[in-house]
T-cell receptor, first 112, second 112 residues
Framework: NAGVTQTPKFRVLKTGQSMTLLCAQDMNHEYMYWYRQDPGMGLRLIHYSVGEGTTAKGEVPDGYNVSRLKKQNFLLGLESAAPSQTSVYFC???????????FGSGTQLSVL | DQQVKQNSPSLSVQEGRISILNCDYTNSMFDYFLWYKKYPAEGPTFLISISSIKDKNEDGRFTVFLNKSAKHLSLHIVPSQPGDSAVYFCAASDNYGQNFVFGPGTRLSVLP
């Protein structure tokens, strides 16, 4: 019963460093999403994918890139981290039936 | 401008009483609404949802009411329990769930 798994759970970066967050789901879901959560802002959509090989921009895509090379994986990349990207990042997935998101447990990222 | 608003950042309720969490939206194209519950250091978990063709949906102690003309929905928890203490997010989607827009959340505290 893994569901949606995010790695790593915590990470500290220096400004300008790069990193990749990995999201894996074992529910054979078509749709996958990356959100960031900031105080008072709720969950804001960064990028999403409606199927293997597809990606699309969400509300706050600047500074991030994504890839969906395999159906079960959705990667979020930061090429040059900035302090404004300090946040909690959540991955989610859903199937093609009732619109319901399943979330991972999150990645706490701090950029110094 | 936030499309989904939760104007109460926090709410305190006595155990056994009713908790009412409110949510307003601005986009008339939203056709599906969800409530998520989030505990600290965990990802959001689905609680209950409602389609725009209904005005009420009930699941155990949880009931969601939708007033389309007022663009308002509410979550009722009866009776409230200490384990209900969490942050509650309201979410809305259009196009039957390709994208989801979240509100900023309301922190509910149920006091024993």
């Amino acid at each position: 019963n893994a569901g949606v798994t995010q790695t790593p759970k915590f990470r500290v970066l220096k400004t300008g460093q790069s990193m990749t967050l990995l999201c894996a789901q074992d529910m054979n879901h078509e749709y996958m999403y990356w959100y960031r959560q900031d105080p008072g802002m709720g969950l804001r959509l960064i990028h999403y994918s409606v199927g293997e090989g597809t990606t699309a921009k969400g509300e706050v895509p600047d500074g991030y890139n994504v890839s969906r090379l395999k159906k079960q994986n959705f990667l979020l990349g930061l090429e040059s981290a900035a302090p404004s990207q300090t946040s909690v990042y959540f991955c989610a997935s859903r199937g093609t039936g009732v619109p319901k998101l399943f979330f991972g447990s999150g990645t706490q990222l701090s950029v110094l | 401008d936030q499309q989904v608003k939760q104007n109460s950042p926090s709410l305190s309720v006595q155990e056994g009483r009713i908790s009412i969490l409110n949510c307003d939206y601005t986009n008339s194209m939203f056709d599906y609404f969800l409530w998520y519950k989030k505990y600290p250091a965990e990802g959001p978990t689905f609680l209950i949802s409602i389609s725009s063709i209904k005005d009420k949906n009930e699941d155990g102690r949880f009931t969601v009411f939708l007033n389309k003309s007022a663009k308002h929905l509410s979550l009722h928890i009866v009776p409230s329990q200490p384990g209900d203490s969490a942050v509650y997010f309201c979410a809305a989607s259009d196009n039957y769930g390709q994208n989801f827009v979240f509100g900023p959340g309301t922190r509910l505290s149920v006091l024993p």
